[in-house]
Nanobody
Framework: VQLQASGGGLVQPGGSLRVSCAAS????????MGWYRQAPGKEREFVAA????????VYRDSVKGRFTISRDNAKNMVALQMNSLKPEDTAVYYC????????????????WGQGTQVTVSS
C-alpha cells in the first residue's frame, strides 16, 4: 500500500490550502482514510477521518468548521481542504489508511503516507 501526499506549502493566516493523498486502489476503496499532523516538538495528532462510503466523518475539535475531509473512490484520492488557517495549524500533515471501513479519533491507522509540510505564517 502506498499513500502519496501532496499540496502543502506556505500560507498566510486566514488563508486556505488543500492537501491531497493518492492511495493504492485495491486497499483504498474499502477502508476509512484520515489525516494527522505533527508540529515541531509535539506528538502526532489526529485531524480528521472519513469512512469508505464517505458518510461518517470525524474531526478534532480545533479544526471543526474550518477543515473539510473528502474522498473520491473512483480516483483513489482523499483530500483535506483547510480554510481560515491559523499559525497553530503549522505542521507536517500525514494521510493514513485504517484497517476497516469506519474510523473514529482513537482508531489506529494501518498505513501511513509520507508527510507534507503546511506552514501558516505572515
Amino acid at each position: 500500500v502506498q499513500l502519496q501526499a501532496s499540496g502543502g506549502g506556505l500560507v498566510q493566516p486566514g488563508g486556505s490550502l488543500r492537501v491531497s493523498c493518492a492511495a493504492s486502489g485495491r486497499f483504498f476503496s474499502n477502508n476509512a482514510m484520515g489525516w494527522y499532523r505533527q508540529a515541531p516538538g509535539k506528538e502526532r495528532e489526529f485531524v480528521a477521518a472519513i469512512s469508505w462510503k464517505g458518510d461518517t466523518i470525524v474531526y478534532r475539535d480545533s479544526v471543526k468548521g474550518r477543515f473539510t475531509i473528502s474522498r473520491d473512490n473512483a480516483k483513489n484520492m482523499v483530500a483535506l481542504q483547510m480554510n481560515s488557517l491559523k499559525p497553530e495549524d503549522t505542521a507536517v500533515y500525514y494521510c493514513a489508511a485504517y484497517p476497516g471501513p469506519i474510523a473514529i479519533q482513537t482508531t489506529k491507522p494501518k498505513y501511513w503516507g509520507q508527510g507534507t509540510q503546511v506552514t501558516v505564517s505572515s
